[in-house]
């Protein structure tokens, strides 16, 4: 590309590493009470009482109204694409995701493009990004109407939802 | 009311993705020196310095406690401030409230990143923490690998930015053709900042057109660049800044605000609760605020200049809404026109931009310093070519949640 290319010569310079990323993750409280319901194929949302938003999943203090979320509210578990991205046609060896290639561990086929989605469940206000499955790319759009994708074997965890799919009733 | 405050000088450094010939304090020094030069001081007339970069960027924790050497700072008090992508919005900011509060006269506010003193490949730890953050903490919570690179692995540094966009298409009507015009303005108008990183002169929607999609509805040519470079500013009382430059540039009226975390889902795993983050309410009530304070009534006739804060081109339109420059929803029919180019009605980010340009700290405060360079009829090659009494920069950043909005001008009342 005709970009204007500038290069400075390198002076000493000394490779290092340092475990800087090592943690332990704490995750709001509210997210165990989440996980249990996903095993009753429950999305539970937390009700705020100050202007009636329902965030899923549940959070602890409203982020406008600034007072605690003590209502809960299941949600249902249709509702609307309200954005998507479409990935290229995943290549294996092509594109690497914290080293890992989705096309060798079976999450894509070759060719075939992802299409993760922000989905609005009936019922709530809050947008979860979830992979659109079983849905050609050129079909999903804004507006598109959304059912969950529910795991076999639910085990109270969030890859309990292992989607998003096109409801086609 | 605050006491005015100008600016009194400006000091960038050359961006490039790798500055491989200097250290980190030596990148800062580049600048915080050109700029004490440009506003005639000397380090001992400096009183405070306000310095910020992105938490761990560049691969070291806290450079701040060792760079005070390079730029006259011993024996001065010293604050650092980071706010992700507004970093360089708020160091200045705080500049401004050192000398606004009357505690001091003289302030040196310094912003910078070095990208490439990180290891990683592409993004640094931090940028990737933007990105897909918050995934990555609930994979760890059971999310599952399949749901993790089924969400994560899509648009990568691209991150919230790329949703962004479809929901500011789906909302106004714009195609991806006026991401490519925004994008190929960007590299011409960089071509004429000689500090830019990257540039390309006449630039063309076409030749971008061409550029590999990265995640639809992003191509290659829509992605910002991650740069080396630093930016200062010296900040001064009234008195103090007729004496030692001709031109000040005032700082009529200033805002931030921050609005709830905004990027999918929480960091604390939670959901949140807005829906379209191209809303950034953030954005429209810091510049209703800012435009107050510096008395501007009708930002779309009173505005001369604008720099927005535009890593992918989305955010060129949906900010220029946001601050009041175009009706909401129609920034691109302007850009059709050309308003926004160098020599339009309205010319957005003259400089190249954040698109062009992305040292990320810096980033935010080279857009008040382009001002800066414009009210004082600095910025030479992409100098826009008309008077400019008032301009306006904007930062944007934190978890996409975080809005800085400064208004410049080119006399004080």
């Given at each position: 590309m005709p970009y204007i290319k500038e290069e400075r010569p390198e002076t000493l310079s000394v490779e290092g590493e340092w475990a800087y990323g090592a943690h332990v993750y704490k995750a709001n409280t509210l997210l165990d009470e989440f996980c249990e319901g996903l095993r009753e194929k429950k999305l539970i949302g937390a009700l705020c009482m100050g202007c009636g938003k329902v965030i899923v999943p549940p959070?602890?203090?409203?982020?406008?109204?600034?007072?605690?979320?003590e209502g809960r509210q299941v949600v249902s578990d249709r509702g609307t694409v309200v954005s998507y991205i479409v990935s290229p046609p995943m290549v294996k060896g092509k594109y690497k995701m914290l080293g890992m290639d989705p096309v060798e561990l079976g999450i894509v086929k070759e060719g075939e493009s992802l299409v993760p989605g922000h989905v609005r469940f009936d019922g709530s206000d809050s947008p979860y990004n979830l992979p659109i499955l079983n849905a050609r790319p050129e079909e999903v759009r804004v507006g598109m109407r959304v059912k969950v994708v529910w795991?076999?074997?639910?085990?109270?965890?969030?890859?309990?939802?292992e989607g998003v799919e096109p409801i086609r009733d | 009311m605050p006491r005015p405050v100008a600016i009194i000088g400006c000091g960038q450094t050359k961006h490039?993705?790798?500055?491989?010939?200097?250290?980190q304090p030596e990148l800062i020094a580049e600048a915080a020196w050109k700029a004490m030069e440009d506003a005639n001081v000397t380090p001992d007339e400096v009183d405070a310095v306000v310095v910020g970069n992105m938490q761990?960027?560049?691969?070291?924790?806290?450079p701040d406690l060792w760079i005070g050497d390079w730029i006259g700072a011993p024996g001065k008090p010293v604050m650092r401030v980071t706010t992700g992508g507004t970093t360089g919005g708020t160091v200045a900011q705080a500049g401004y409230y050192h000398v606004a509060s009357g505690l001091h006269n003289v302030v040196l506010a310094v912003a910078w990143e070095?990208?490439?003193?990180?290891?990683?490949?592409?993004?640094t730890t931090g940028l990737g923490h933007v990105g897909f953050g918050a995934q990555v903490n609930l994979f760890r919570c059971g999310m599952g690998l399949k749901g993790f690179i089924a969400t994560s692995?899509?648009?990568?540094?691209?991150g919230v930015a790329v949703y962004q966009a479809m929901y500011y298409m789906h909302r106004s009507?714009?195609?991806i053709e006026h991401f490519d015009m925004v994008a190929a303005k960007s590299r011409r108008n960089a071509a004429k900042n000689?500090?830019?990183?990257?540039q390309w002169p006449n630039c063309t929607p076409e030749d971008i057109a061409k550029t590999e999609m990265v995640a639809y509805p992003f191509r290659y040519g829509h992605v910002c660049p991650a740069s080396d470079g630093a930016a200062a500013l010296v900040f001064a009382d009234g008195n103090t800044a007729r004496k030692r430059v001709r031109t000040p540039a005032w700082v009529k009226g200033l805002a931030s605000i921050t609005d709830e975390e905004?990027?999918?889902?929480?960091?604390?795993?939670g959901g949140v609760?807005?829906?379209?983050?191209?809303?950034q309410m953030g954005a429209r009530v810091a510049a209703q605020k800012a435009y107050k304070m510096a008395g501007i009534r009708d930002p779309q006739k009173e505005i001369d200049v604008a720099e927005l804060y535009q890593p992918f081109p989305n955010q060129e339109l949906l900010f220029a809404e946001k601050l009041g420059l175009f009706d909401e929803g129609k920034a691109w029919l302007a850009l059709e026109k050309g308003?926004?180019?160098?020599?339009?009605?309205l010319p957005c980010?003259?400089?190249?931009?954040v698109m062009s340009t992305n040292a990320i700290g810096a980033a935010a405060m080279l857009r008040i310093l382009e001002c800066a360079l414009q009210v004082m009829g600095k910025?030479?090659?992409?100098?826009?070519p008309k008077k400019v009494n008032i301009a306006v920069a904007h930062g944007w950043g934190g978890s996409t949640n975080y809005n800085t909005v400064t208004v410049l001008g080119s006399s004080p009342d």
């Open positions: 959070r602890a203090i409203c982020g406008r109204c600034h007072i605690r979320m795991k076999e074997d639910l085990e109270g965890k969030l890859s309990d939802i | 490039l993705s790798r500055r491989r010939d200097v250290s761990g960027f560049g691969g070291v924790a806290q070095k990208h490439s003193d990180s290891k990683e490949s592409g993004a692995g899509v648009g990568m540094a691209a009507g714009c195609g000689k500090y830019a990183h990257l905004n990027q999918l889902i929480s960091e604390s795993g609760g807005i829906i379209d983050s191209s809303e308003e926004t180019d160098i020599d339009g009605r980010d003259p400089s190249g931009g910025a030479e090659e992409h100098q826009v």
